[in-house]
């Protein structure tokens, strides 16, 4: 069951979990779905005080095939040196540095790297192929946009890491800390 507060069109401008499902995931999906839809008058008609529950259920056709979720890693680079990349500095926020990444592989993973809605996004960048996490607030706005290019410096797997955080500094320095660690698939060499 998800609360839900709309404004005076029925666009939802708060979403929270008022019965969980038990999973975080299921959770976490319906809070995004919820959040991006616009209620319709007869929904927004429902509202005490602003707020509309809605119960959200999932379900798969048994028909339907679970895909795979891979992602086209070079397998030179499963346990790579991660080297800090200051490329993307200065050249304005997460949104607006992350906006022309596209999603071009339908079924890429979500590496559990962090408990906030995210994404990871193989690209065709100008430079080869690079992968991108971007962060996103409660709102769904961009707030972390960090770009992984897998290269080879001379016989050595190297995976250069550009981020941009427009959080406080000391979150970012945490954010930043994590994600050169290394993905779940690729791990940083110690």
Known sequence: MVRMRVDTCGRVVEAEVQKSSGRPDLNEAALVAKRASVL???ESASAVDG???QEVSFHMDNNTKLKSRNVDWPKTHRRPIYVADDSLAGLGKAAE???DVKESVPDTVRPPVLNVPHRFMQVEGPEGREFWLVISD???IRIVAA???PMMEGN???V???MVCDLKPEQCASINQGLMKGLPFARAKN
């Open 40 to 42: 319709t008058q007869q």
């Open 147 to 149: 770009r992984y290019r």
């Open 97 to 99: 540095v992350s906006k």
């Open 160 to 162: 250069r890491m550009a």
């Open 51 to 53: 707020w509309v529950v």
């Open 138 to 140: 409660e709102n769904g």
């Open 156 to 158: 050595v797997p190297v």
